[in-house]
């Protein structure tokens, strides 16, 4: 099973960008999906997670401005980011609690993928 992350890139302040997770592999099942980020310098930081079942938790610094959501038809969760500001630029990881085809649940990181807010 692999992730894969992208749709970084450099934004302007107030910009927006998507983020993409894919999933790959022997996939039973995917539980909840998480994106980090860790800007230089500093530690590795939860954005937001959705559950299974659709529930979603946030970082205080991204409520109102990111949307996380998931297509598990696509094996796939986003990051949708709005009104990006300089502080968001980070390197961004997605991160997976998956069920193989054996049914054996293990967490996966994707690589990460950078997202720069700058004028």
């Known amino acids: 099973v692999q992730l894969q992350a992208s749709g970084g890139g450099l934004v302007q302040p107030g910009g927006s960008l998507r983020l993409s997770c894919a999933a790959s592999g022997s996939i039973f099942s995917i539980d909840a999906v998480a994106w980090y980020r860790q800007a230089p310098g500093k530690q590795r930081d939860l954005v937001a997670i959705i559950a299974s079942d659709g529930s979603t938790n946030y970082a205080d610094s991204v409520k109102g401005r990111f949307t996380i959501s998931r297509d598990n038809a696509k094996n796939t969760g986003y990051l949708q980011m709005n009104s990006l500001k300089p502080e968001d630029t980070a390197v961004y990881y997605c991160?997976?609690?998956?069920?193989?085809?054996?049914?054996?649940?293990?967490?996966?990181w994707g690589q990460g993928t950078l997202v720069t807010v700058s004028s």
């Open positions: 991160n997976a609690d998956i069920r193989d085809g054996r049914f054996r649940l293990y967490n996966y």
